[in-house]
C-alpha cells in the first residue's frame, strides 16, 4: 500500500509535535505546511488548532489556505480537522464573530449549558453512524476534550453527525461526509484509542490515493 | 460523561524529576520522558511538569524534555513555572505542550492571564494558585485563605478565593488549587480551600497538596468540588497506584476512564 504523504497545516496554533508523532507512528510521510503551495501533493490535509476563529481565520488568509482548503475540501480529497480545525469547516463563531470556511452548513457555538467551561478532559463519544476512522474503536469510547465551543452543523448538514457528546447538553462531537473528517476532541492525546483513529484515517487516505492513482 | 481526572506532577529541575516536599529535601526520582511514559500507561489522564527552578538559562533544558515527553506520551501535558510572557508560553506549546500553568507571575502581572488567552485560547490558559490558611479574618482576607508565591515562601496579601474569582474572569480556563499547608504532608487534601474556590468558579478545578490514599481523591472531588486531583510523591514512591486512585473514585460513583494499556509507541 502506498505511504500516505501528510500535510499538517501550521498557522502558529500551538503543539504540533503530538499530531506530528500520532501521524508517524501511524507510518505515514508527514510534513509541516506553512503556506498553501505546500499540500499540492499531499494525500491527508490535518488542521489542528486551538484558541480564537478570528485569528485563525486570519492566519490562515495570510498564507493562502482559506481558498487552497475550501477547494481541497470541494475535490474531496482526504481532510481530518481537530478541534479548531473542525470549527472551521462551518459558516461562523459566535465566539468572535468570525467568517470561516463556510464548507458546512452550520455555526460554531458556545456550551452554554455546560456544567464547568472550558470542557476539559475525557468524555464519550457516542457514535450515531459507522466510519471507517472509528473501526477496532468501542461505539463510546473515551477521547480527550478541551474547548468552550462547538461546531453544531444546521439541518442541512444533519447527514453529516458523525458523533455526539453529552456535557450539560448533547453536542455534535465528530462529522464526516465524504473523504472530510472533522472531530472535536484530540486523537493525538486520547491514548491507544486516538492513535487507532489517527492510523484509521491515514490508511483511508493511502488507500484513496492508491485508488485515484490507479 | 464527563470523566474525573488524575493527575501525576512531576517536579523538574536540571532536567530531571525531583521529589521532596516542595523546594526542600530534593531526592532524584527520574527521567522525565520516561516516568511520564509510565504515568501514561498506567492510566494518568494528563501529566503536569512543573519546573521548580524556572531559572531561564535552564529553558532550553525544559522544552526539550517537553518535546521528548509529547512524542511518548499520547496524554495531554500541562507545563507550570517560568513561564513570563506570551513568547514563553508559545515556545512551551510549540515543543508539545497543551497548556501552560501560571503562577507567581500572574499574580505580579494579572493582565499577563489575559494576553495569553487571547494569542491561545482560555483552554490552554492554568492559572496555578498556592494558598494557605491564615487566622481569623486576617489582613481582608474574608475566606480565610492567603495566596503565597515564590513556591509557598511569600504571602502575596490577596485572599485566594477573590484571586480565583479574578483570575477567571481574566481569562483563566482552569485552576490549579494547591494547599501549602498540607504540601507534602500526606494529611489529605485541604477539602475546604478547594469547595470556596470550586463554588464560585464555572472552570474546572485541580486540587493539589496533601493526597496520601485513594479516599482522599474521593473527597477532593465529592466534598471539594474538585473535576480533577493531582498528585506527586505518593505516585513516585508507589504509595498509590493510578489504579487505585481510580478504582476508588469508581466505587465511590465518580465517573473515571478505565486504565489504558497501551498510550505509549
Redesign the interface.
Known sequence: MTVARVAVVDYGAGNLVSIEQALTAAGALVHRALDASQIADADLLVVPGVGAAAPAMDRLRAAGFVEAIREWIAADRPYLGICLGLQLLFEGSDEDGAETLAVLPGRTVRLAAAPTLPHIGWNQVERRAEHGAFTGIAADADFYFVHSYVGEPGPAAADAILAETEHGTRFTSAVARGNLLGVQFHPERSGADGLRLVANVVALAARTATGSAA | ?????VIPCLDVAGGRVVKGTRFLDLVDAGDPPELAERY?REGA?ELVFLDITAAPEGRGTLLRIV?QT??RA???LTVGGGVRSVEDM?DV???????VGLNTRAVADPELITRCA???????VVVAIDARRVSGEARGLPSGYEVVVNGGRDPAGMDAVVWARRAVELGA??LLVTSIDRDGTKTGFDVPLLAAISSVV???VIASGGAARPADFVSAIRDGGA??VLAAGVFHRREVSIAEAKAAMAAAGLPV??V????V?
Do not use: N, T, Y
Open positions: 460523561m464527563l470523566r474525573r481526572r501514561a489522564d518535546e509529547a512524542r499520547f496524554v495531554p508559545r506549546l510549540r515543543a508539545g505542550a497543551d497548556k487571547a494569542r491561545f485560547g482560555s483552554q490552554a480556563g482552569e464555572r472552570v474546572p473535576d480533577a476512564r478505565a489504558d494499556r497501551a498510550v509507541v
